[in-house]
């Protein structure tokens, strides 16, 4: 079993440090998709949909992520807003300020894409891209696609993995609703951790 799965939580919330916990307890590095113009203030985590309701990190206490892998979100999560470009631009230098190191992987907010916004991405300077659900060719432009969450069995996963090499899984961490959620986000990582990474080692080891 090599490092196979790849685990990837988004939006950048409070509730993300308990999981930096568990990964730390487990040894386990994930990657995390961040989106820094939300940070300035701690606030509650956009959405008309009652079941994303999450609490923005504050941007003090962004250094919890510095131990893992950083991934863009772009700066605001925006959605058909005419400054996509630059707050895909504005994302890469403010995290690299914060974390003190290159980014190159950017994850679109919403998952949305197309071939304008991957252009944009692009120019925008990151290497490796993940988008929500398949609507371009397959690895075109580096464009890669999440299969599972984190709520999907290990063996599930694995089913993927013997299919293709790797899998990718994502979540956030505002899905965590109860103690028992947790203590299942704990035994899952504990099932998978010897074949646990993150998506820019995937990406490094499969040459994307
Ligand atoms: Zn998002």
Same mark, same amino acid.
């Given at each position: 079993?090599?490092? /196979? ?21 487990? @040894? ?7 989106? =820094?113009?939300? %940070? /300035? ?11 994303? !309701?999450? !609490?923005?990190? =504050?941007?003090?206490?962004? #250094? ?8 863009? &979100?772009?700066?605001? &999560?925006?959605?058909?807003? =005419? ?21 190159? *992987?950017?994850? #679109? ?22 988008? *929500? ?6 690895? %075109?432009? &580096? ?10 069995? =290990? ?5 993927? !993995?013997?299919?293709?090499? #790797?899998?990718?899984? !994502?979540?956030? /961490? ?31 080891? @499969?040459?994307?």
């Amino acid at each position: 079993m090599g490092k /196979t799965i790849a685990t990837c939580w988004d939006d950048g919330l409070v509730t993300d440090m308990p999981l930096i916990s568990i990964l730390d307890r487990l @040894n386990i590095k994930a990657t995390f998709a961040l989106t =820094p113009g939300r %940070y /300035t203030k701690t606030r509650v985590w956009n959405s008309n949909d009652q079941s994303s !309701v999450g !609490v923005c990190i =504050p941007l003090e206490s962004v #250094f919890g992520y510095n131990h893992h892998d950083i991934w863009s &979100h772009s700066s605001m &999560h925006i959605r058909h807003d =005419p400054n996509y470009k630059s707050d895909y631009i504005t994302a890469k230098s403010v995290l690299e300020k914060i974390f003190n190191r290159q980014i190159n *992987g950017f994850c #679109f907010p919403y998952g949305d894409i197309n071939y304008e916004l991957v252009a944009a991405a692009k120019s925008a300077g990151y290497t490796w891209l993940r988008a *929500g659900r398949k609507s371009l060719p397959y690895l %075109y432009n &580096h464009v890669i696609y999440p299969k599972h969450h984190w709520r999907d069995h =290990p063996d599930v996963i694995r089913q993927t !993995v013997s299919r293709d090499g #790797f899998a990718i899984v !994502v979540g956030h /961490t505002y899905e965590l609703r109860t103690i028992d959620d947790w203590n299942n986000l704990f035994k899952w990582y504990q099932n998978i951790s010897a074949e646990a990474t993150t998506m820019t080692e995937l990406c490094i080891n @499969n040459n994307w």
